[in-house]
């Protein structure tokens, strides 16, 4: 993906966290999940008063996404308060649907245009399988 596309991405993100429900840690993530077809799925971070039920941003617009539909990806971008890289539940969530050379772009909101990329397969080598 174009260094252009990549900062359209960040730019649907940084929109998406603006609506986070995040009264809880403060810390308000966006995420725009690049189809195959080039649609754009958005999500921010739910939190709840029972915390463990919180949603991270990347499975919000996985889920949306998939619900659309969509099972094929080429990239998402993830805008937190800070440069942020996925946890771990959404690496193995987003790994479900995508290849080792999948993109992630990461930025802080504060700047939205410098931008870090990650690698799913470097993020989360040796991924679960599960080969009925
Ligand atoms: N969070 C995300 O939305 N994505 C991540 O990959 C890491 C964490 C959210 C969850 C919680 O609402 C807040 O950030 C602090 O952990």
Redesign the pocket.
Known sequence: MSKHSAIELLEAAAEARKNAH?K??K?S?GSALLTEDGSVFLGC?V?NASYGL?I???RVALTSAVTAGHKSFQAIA?V?DKL????GA?RQVLAEFCEDDFPVYVASAKDSASFETHLMGKLLPERFHFNP
């Open positions: 995040s809880y840690s810390f993530v971070n939190e919180t991270c941003a990347e993830i937190a942020a890289a996925p946890c959404c």
